[in-house]
Structure formats: structure tokens, C-alpha cells
């Protein structure tokens, strides 16, 4: 049974950092394009950052430089790193796994067949 589980998400003040993980059950993370999305209310599912199966990455431009998406094989499970948050990244952050080896670019949430149930992140100014 394919399972996503993130963890780490919570509350932060603007300029905070937080850490997501996302630990992946009943598959091996290691060949599939792992990846990070979020939602804020009242909009649309969007990328957040994705690492493939060669371990590269792609941002949206909204985070690059602040967020770094990882991961580790051994362990089976996916990190974000937020820095300097703000309180645009508010948002549900959800954790997805795509039967893709390689992504060399950042790819719609349609592409991508597992995910879990979502964490919370919220930025206050």
C-alpha cells in the first residue's frame, strides 16, 4: 500500500524557517520524481519544487533561493527546507510522487499519481 506522510509543518512569523517531510511507504522514492505542492484557500494547486530520479531539481520562481527540496533514499523520505518565509506561503504543503524517473522541468499536479493528506504552514506578518 503506496502511503505519503508529511510531517514538520506549523505556524512561523514572517522571515522564519521551517522543515517538511515527507516520509514515503509501500515504494522505493529513489526512481520516481518526487515532489512538493501547496494550496492556499481559494486557489489552485501549484508547484512548489520537485527532485527527479538523478536528484534534479526544479523551483517555482516564488521560492527560489528560500526553499530547498531533498531527499533521502536510504530513508525514503522527502525534505523542504523554507527559509525567510512569507505570508504569501501560507498554504495546505502536500507531498507527490510521480512514475517519472526523469523531470527536467517543473510539472502540473495531474502528473503525479500518489500523494498525501497535506500539512498546514502558516506565516503571520
Known amino acids: 500500500q503506496v502511503q505519503l506522510v508529511e510531517s514538520g509543518g506549523g505556524s512561523v512569523q514572517t522571515g522564519g524557517s521551517l522543515s517538511l517531510s515527507c516520509t514515503a511507504s509501500?515504494?522505493?522514492?529513489?526512481?520516481?520524481?518526487m515532489g512538493w505542492f501547496r494550496q492556499a484557500p481559494g486557489k489552485e494547486r501549484e508547484g512548489v519544487a520537485t527532485?527527479?530520479?538523478?536528484?534534479?531539481?526544479t523551483y517555482a520562481d516564488s521560492v527560489k533561493g528560500r526553499f530547498t527540496i531533498s531527499k533521502d533514499n536510504a530513508k525514503n523520505t522527502l525534505y523542504l527546507q523554507m527559509n525567510s518565509l512569507k505570508p504569501e506561503d501560507t498554504a495546505m504543503y502536500y507531498c507527490?510522487?510521480?512514475?517519472?524517473?526523469?523531470?527536467?522541468?517543473?510539472?502540473?499536479?495531474?502528473?503525479?499519481?500518489?500523494w498525501g493528506q497535506g500539512i498546514l504552514v502558516t506565516v503571520s506578518s
Open positions: 527532485i527527479d530520479g538523478v536528484s534534479r531539481t
Open positions: 507527490a510522487a510521480a512514475r517519472r524517473f526523469y523531470m527536467p522541468t517543473m510539472t502540473p499536479p495531474s502528473q503525479f499519481q500518489y
Open positions: 509501500g515504494f522505493a522514492v529513489s526512481p520516481y520524481t
